[in-house]
């Protein structure tokens, strides 16, 4: 369900259901986020390519660890060592390695802040998760 007014709160569920509502009116807060950059973590992101936020939240993920492209348990050697070190990333550099906190706080994640799937607001996908993006989407 998509929603374009005002601000947006943005919720995701299995079996690919993503709800995009009116945050101002459900919540009383201002959502910094525009809508473009909430379809493109919740639809391309999670529905579209399966990637988890990369923060921490409460609650756990229905789904194992080892399903997450862009999660690890490991913070030695995480399933995207192909890509540790210096990455270009949108115009500019960023260091890929693990950074504690991605879904839950004992999970890793690829880069401090730098993704759509931490903080949505300007950022692009990490080079983690455009690639799974290209993967993905590269079947079709």
């Not at 101002?24 to 999670?46: A, K, M, Q, S, Y």
């Not at 492209?69 to 550099?93: A, I, R, T």
């Amino acid at each position: 369900v998509l929603v374009n007014a005002g601000q947006y709160a943005a919720m995701y569920w299995d079996y690919g259901v993503c709800v995009i509502a009116d945050f101002d009116r459900i919540t009383g807060v201002t959502n910094p986020l525009t809508f473009e950059d909430i379809v493109c973590h919740e639809l391309l992101g999670h529905t579209v390519s399966g990637l988890w936020d990369e923060y921490v939240y409460n609650g756990k993920p229905n789904v194992p660890v080892s399903r997450s492209p862009n999660c690890d348990q490991s913070g030695q050697g995480p399933k995207w060592y192909d890509l540790v070190g210096w990455q270009s990333h949108n115009w500019s550099w960023v260091y890929v390695g693990a950074y504690q906190g991605c879904a839950m706080s004992s999970y890793f994640r690829p880069t401090e802040q730098h993704c759509k799937m931490n903080t949505s607001a300007g950022n692009p996908f990490c080079p983690v998760c455009r690639r799974q993006i290209i993967r993905v989407l590269a079947q079709y």
